[in-house]
């Protein structure tokens, strides 16, 4: 008799119903009443089999009613299935518009099998802003080009064609688990012996992204590497410079245009989300302004949003600014009024990111920190407000189009600033921020944020000399960033930093390479920040820097001679992050197990390290979200059985510690609240380990990665409710999925990569793919599955 599970699936059919009442895509969709009717319903037919359960369980008109009713509710939550992986495929789809013609125009010419160019070059050109990016983008992801070519790398170029940073870049992306930081450490010669490697005998397409360099002879040195691979190779420039097209030696052109009326009033509708009918007539007239330029319909579609009064919009139509649009010195007074009618809030934190080179990948933790440390932030004092505002910020930045190219990894994202809005923060921030070298002079009495950097084709290994000019007198700097990779910050530079930057929040030194820190650090009281990621010369650091009562992070990650922590760790009462390399072999609780601020710990490289937190007490790490732990290669034990007392954790990231056990007695399942669990290079691991589950009702990502000697994933991995992305890579001995992985519905990415039997059983029409089917976005071997 159906009559027993019965109350269960309507129950559960009510949860899920209940999650769609509260869900804005219903109302979206024009679907809400339907759905409260049809939990009217269904609470009504719950009554009636609680009502029959009392009954004769062997009546069978009552039995059959039962049956028929199973197969309905069935069809229901099959139907709310469908429904709800509908709205994830809709929620995953970035809809780019107006440009599907553009992409298969190149997209046809790549797949070309009669071309006699090797490898065969595509110049994409056009005025900034037009889209270029977002083109060779559309292209680059193409289910067709996914297909056709083995390997794809994507190189931002940008205005400095500098041969080195370029082969690193692509061997970096070529080769993704190396320690990208030994690519650095390599001379030309042998960063070009590894690039013919890896492209030897590859079909590959390489995009290389707003190169400006005209230098033919640079240029051939670049193109002389890419022989190697097979016929069809392909490489895609994108240039505003029309002498360029001619240096690459392309042999298709596609000259970007502006988009067509209707595309443009699209493309402001997506941004300002709803338009009202009076302002329909305005928006059409500043359409025919824009010259179809995306950047600037994106924009203005953002100040939309934020802003409909009509005689608002009135006033800017007849401004001169919206002259008919006719090449690239027109765009930024136009993206120059979208900024000007941002919050203060917002321009601050724009012109921050001016510190920046252009195309620079913003990492939204990183960003968190540079705008708390810098003040920038207006919220009280509590940690988690402030970083909700900062991802506030974030989010409406990259809503009006000053940030660009999201990608949401759930905890963090990562976005660049369009290099045309990076000139515009240039101009607005020059009172604020600056830029600086070592040969700037002087620098403003109002600038508050600098960043100072050695041009990338000069860079050197030993200290430089000089102490520029402008750090030599006494400032009112709060934030000073050095931009440089190993190229020398000396002893002297950093004294004159203490000596005359009193009011520094943030000091960010991160490349450096002096030896000894001055034991002055201390002076900077007001210091937030601080960063020595990358200084592998220094080994000890004073014991005075445990002065630092405002100290929030501190990030000592990378510092390969650090022999240990100064011994007053304690004392940094404030300190929310903390990332370190150092010689240590235990981690003392007196020391970080004190620290009742700390948010985030990352432990990298600690080789000789080898226990955490003897002793640890349940008070210990109360307001740990984030705990990462990497290539610590003999670190043996970590206090599982304590996870359960860290409250806060939401993130735990593990990777090649190949002698840890993650195993405990008894293999009990307790209570974690983890949203995020990594683990990677484990090679004798044979299953996960058990306390995983305890997770089950917050996990949303899940990253297995090289452990070859696991077979089977868990039964209870379908039993992960809110689980929404599921990576698994080189793990050569898992054959394929448990059963139960339908009910995952919130499940919305699925990658495999390098898993050769379970990605074949994974395809379509193969033997694990009604497993799966459901699944919104599904990537094997790199490749997006179609269906």
Same mark, same amino acid.
Request: hydrophobic content about 40%; proline content about 4%.
């Given at each position: 008799?159906?009559?027993?599970?019965?109350?269960?699936?309507?129950?559960?059919?009510?949860?899920?119903?209940?999650?769609?009442?509260?869900?804005?895509?219903?109302?979206?969709?024009?679907?809400?009443?339907?759905?409260?009717?049809?939990?009217?319903?269904?609470?009504?037919?719950?009554?009636?089999?609680?009502?029959?359960?009392?009954?004769?369980?062997?009546?069978?008109?009552?039995?059959?009613?039962?049956?028929?009713?199973?197969?309905?509710?069935?069809?229901?939550?099959?139907?709310? &299935?469908?429904?709800? *992986?509908?709205?994830?495929? +809709?929620?995953?789809?970035?809809?780019?518009?107006?440009?599907?013609?553009?992409?298969?125009?190149?997209?046809?010419?790549?797949?070309?099998? $009669?071309?006699?160019?090797?490898?065969?070059?595509?110049?994409?050109? $056009?005025?900034?802003?037009?889209?270029?990016?977002?083109?060779?983008?559309?292209?680059?992801?193409?289910?067709?080009?996914?297909?056709?070519?083995?390997?794809?790398?994507?190189?931002?170029?940008?205005?400095? /064609?500098?041969?080195?940073?370029?082969?690193? +870049?692509?061997?970096?992306?070529?080769?993704?688990?190396?320690?990208?930081?030994?690519?650095?450490?390599?001379?030309?010669?042998?960063?070009?012996?590894?690039?013919?490697?890896?492209?030897?005998?590859?079909?590959? #397409?390489?995009?290389?992204?707003?190169?400006?360099?005209?230098?033919?002879?640079?240029?051939?040195?670049?193109? =002389?590497?890419?022989?190697?691979? @097979?016929?069809?190779?392909?490489?895609?420039?994108?240039?505003?410079?029309?002498?360029?097209?001619? @240096?690459?030696?392309?042999?298709?052109?596609?000259?970007?245009? %502006?988009?067509?009326? &209707? &595309?443009?009033?699209?493309?402001?509708?997506?941004?300002?989300?709803?338009?009202?009918?009076?302002?329909?007539?305005?928006v059409s007239q500043i359409v025919g302004k824009c010259g179809g330029v995306p950047l600037v319909l994106s924009a203005l579609g953002g100040m939309l949003h934020s802003n409909t009064d009509v005689r608002h919009w009135r006033s800017i139509l007849a401004k001169d600014i919206l002259s008919t649009l006719q090449n690239e010195d027109d765009i930024i007074p136009i993206i120059r009024l979208s900024y000007d009618h941002l919050p203060p809030h917002l321009k601050r934190c724009c012109a921050f990111c001016s510190l920046f080179p252009k195309d620079h990948s913003f990492w939204s933790v990183t960003m968190r920190s540079f705008w708390k440390s810098a003040g920038l932030i207006d919220t009280p004092s509590d940690t988690d407000s402030q970083d909700e505002e900062c991802n506030h910020y974030m989010r409406e930045l990259l809503a009006r189009s000053f940030f660009q190219d999201l990608e949401d990894y759930g905890v963090d994202f990562h976005f660049r600033m369009h290099d045309i809005v990076h000139d515009l923060a240039l101009l607005v921030a020059q009172n604020e921020c600056s830029i600086a070298n070592f040969d700037t002079p002087s620098i403003q009495q109002t600038v508050r944020h600098t960043s100072f950097f050695v041009n990338s084709?000069?860079?050197?290994?030993?200290?430089?000399?000089?102490?520029?000019? /402008?750090?030599?007198?006494?400032?009112?700097?709060?934030?000073?960033?050095?931009?440089?990779?190993?190229? %020398?910050?000396?002893?002297?530079?950093?004294?004159? *930093?203490?000596?005359?930057?009193?009011?520094?929040?943030?000091?960010?030194?991160? %490349?450096?390479?002096?030896?000894?820190?001055?034991?002055?650090? =201390?002076?900077?009281?007001?210091?937030? /920040?601080?960063?020595?990621? $990358?200084?592998?010369?220094?080994?000890?650091?004073?014991?005075?820097? *445990?002065?630092?009562?405002?100290?929030?992070?501190?990030?000592?990650?990378?510092?390969?001679?650090?022999?240990?922590?100064?011994?007053?760790?304690?004392?940094?009462?404030?300190?929310?992050?903390?990332?370190?390399? @150092?010689?240590?072999?235990?981690?003392?609780?007196? %020391?970080?197990?004190?620290?009742?601020?700390?948010?985030?710990?990352?432990?990298?490289?600690?080789?000789?390290?080898?226990?955490?937190?003897?002793?640890?007490?349940?008070?210990?790490?109360?307001?740990?979200?984030?705990?990462?732990?990497?290539?610590?290669?003999?670190?043996?034990?970590?206090?599982?059985?304590?996870?359960?007392?860290?409250?806060?954790?939401?993130?735990?990231?593990?990777?090649?510690?190949?002698?840890?056990?993650?195993?405990?007695?008894?293999?009990?399942?307790?209570?974690?609240?983890?949203?995020?669990?990594?683990?990677?290079?484990?090679?004798?691991?044979?299953?996960?380990?058990?306390?995983?589950?305890?997770?089950?009702?917050?996990?949303?990502?899940?990253?297995?990665?090289?452990?070859?000697?696991?077979?089977?994933?868990?039964?209870?991995?379908?039993? #992960?409710?809110?689980?929404?992305?599921?990576?698994?890579?080189?793990?050569?001995?898992?054959?394929?999925?448990?059963?139960?992985?339908?009910?995952?519905?919130?499940?919305?990415?699925?990658?495999?990569?390098?898993?050769?039997?379970?990605?074949?059983?994974?395809?379509?029409?193969?033997?694990?793919?009604?497993?799966?089917?459901?699944?919104?976005?599904?990537?094997?071997?790199?490749?997006?599955?179609?269906?």
């Amino acid at each position: 008799m159906a009559g027993s599970i019965l109350p269960h699936i309507a129950e559960k059919l009510l949860d899920k119903l209940a999650s769609f009442v509260v869900d804005e895509v219903s109302s979206a969709w024009g679907v809400k009443e339907e759905i409260l009717k049809l939990q009217k319903t269904l609470v009504a037919i719950s009554a009636v089999i609680a009502d029959a359960e009392q009954r004769e369980p062997h009546e069978h008109r009552l039995c059959a009613w039962l049956d028929d009713l199973r197969d309905v509710l069935d069809e229901l939550e099959n139907a709310l &299935d469908e429904f709800q *992986c509908e709205v994830l495929r +809709k929620q995953i789809i970035k809809r780019v518009i107006g440009r599907d013609i553009d992409r298969d125009a190149i997209v046809e010419r790549l797949l070309c099998p $009669g071309m006699a160019q090797n490898p065969f070059v595509v110049s994409i050109i $056009g005025i900034g802003g037009l889209g270029k990016t977002t083109l060779a983008k559309l292209v680059y992801n193409d289910s067709r080009v996914e297909v056709h070519f083995e390997k794809r790398i994507w190189v931002c170029v940008s205005e400095d /064609f500098n041969l080195k940073n370029i082969l690193q +870049k692509i061997v970096s992306h070529m080769s993704p688990t190396a320690d990208q930081s030994n690519n650095h450490d390599l001379d030309v010669e042998l960063l070009q012996a590894n690039l013919r490697g890896l492209l030897k005998d590859k079909k590959f #397409l390489l995009v290389l992204d707003d190169v400006w360099n005209e230098n033919r002879r640079q240029w051939n040195e670049l193109a =002389d590497l890419l022989y190697g691979g @097979t016929k069809g190779s392909s490489l895609i420039v994108t240039t505003r410079n029309s002498n360029v097209v001619s @240096t690459v030696r392309a042999s298709y052109e596609h000259k970007l245009e %502006g988009l067509s009326r &209707d &595309d443009c009033i699209a493309l402001i509708e997506k941004h300002a989300k709803v338009i009202d009918p009076e302002l329909l007539e305005i928006v059409s007239q500043i359409v025919g302004k824009c010259g179809g330029v995306p950047l600037v319909l994106s924009a203005l579609g953002g100040m939309l949003h934020s802003n409909t009064d009509v005689r608002h919009w009135r006033s800017i139509l007849a401004k001169d600014i919206l002259s008919t649009l006719q090449n690239e010195d027109d765009i930024i007074p136009i993206i120059r009024l979208s900024y000007d009618h941002l919050p203060p809030h917002l321009k601050r934190c724009c012109a921050f990111c001016s510190l920046f080179p252009k195309d620079h990948s913003f990492w939204s933790v990183t960003m968190r920190s540079f705008w708390k440390s810098a003040g920038l932030i207006d919220t009280p004092s509590d940690t988690d407000s402030q970083d909700e505002e900062c991802n506030h910020y974030m989010r409406e930045l990259l809503a009006r189009s000053f940030f660009q190219d999201l990608e949401d990894y759930g905890v963090d994202f990562h976005f660049r600033m369009h290099d045309i809005v990076h000139d515009l923060a240039l101009l607005v921030a020059q009172n604020e921020c600056s830029i600086a070298n070592f040969d700037t002079p002087s620098i403003q009495q109002t600038v508050r944020h600098t960043s100072f950097f050695v041009n990338s084709s000069n860079r050197q290994v030993e200290p430089l000399p000089a102490v520029p000019p /402008f750090l030599r007198k006494p400032n009112r700097l709060h934030t000073l960033i050095f931009q440089f990779y190993k190229a %020398g910050i000396s002893k002297e530079l950093v004294n004159a *930093c203490i000596s005359n930057c009193k009011y520094l929040r943030l000091l960010d030194l991160k %490349g450096s390479n002096f030896e000894v820190m001055p034991r002055s650090i =201390d002076t900077l009281k007001h210091l937030r /920040f601080l960063s020595l990621y $990358g200084n592998e010369r220094i080994r000890r650091l004073p014991n005075s820097i *445990c002065d630092l009562q405002s100290l929030q992070i501190l990030w000592l990650e990378r510092c390969d001679s650090l022999e240990e922590l100064p011994r007053d760790m304690w004392k940094l009462i404030n300190l929310e992050q903390l990332s370190i390399t @150092t010689r240590q072999k235990s981690l003392k609780s007196n %020391g970080i197990g004190c620290l009742k601020s700390l948010r985030y710990l990352w432990i990298n490289r600690c080789n000789n390290l080898e226990s955490l937190f003897e002793g640890m007490d349940t008070e210990s790490f109360t307001a740990l979200q984030g705990l990462y732990i990497f290539c610590c290669s003999s670190l043996t034990s970590i206090p599982v059985n304590r996870l359960n007392s860290l409250n806060s954790l939401e993130v735990l990231s593990i990777s090649y510690c190949e002698k840890l056990s993650l195993s405990m007695d008894g293999e009990a399942v307790f209570s974690l609240t983890l949203r995020e669990f990594r683990f990677s290079g484990f090679p004798l691991m044979l299953a996960l380990p058990e306390w995983v589950h305890g997770s089950a009702n917050t996990l949303q990502s899940l990253r297995i990665h090289d452990c070859q000697q696991l077979e089977d994933l868990p039964d209870w991995l379908p039993k #992960l409710s809110h689980l929404k992305r599921l990576e698994i890579s080189e793990c050569y001995n898992i054959s394929s999925l448990p059963d139960g992985m339908k009910s995952l519905a919130a499940l919305q990415h699925l990658e495999i990569d390098a898993c050769d039997e379970l990605g074949g059983r994974c395809q379509p029409n193969r033997p694990d793919w009604h497993k799966i089917a459901h699944i919104p976005e599904i990537k094997i071997n790199g490749k997006k599955i179609n269906y």
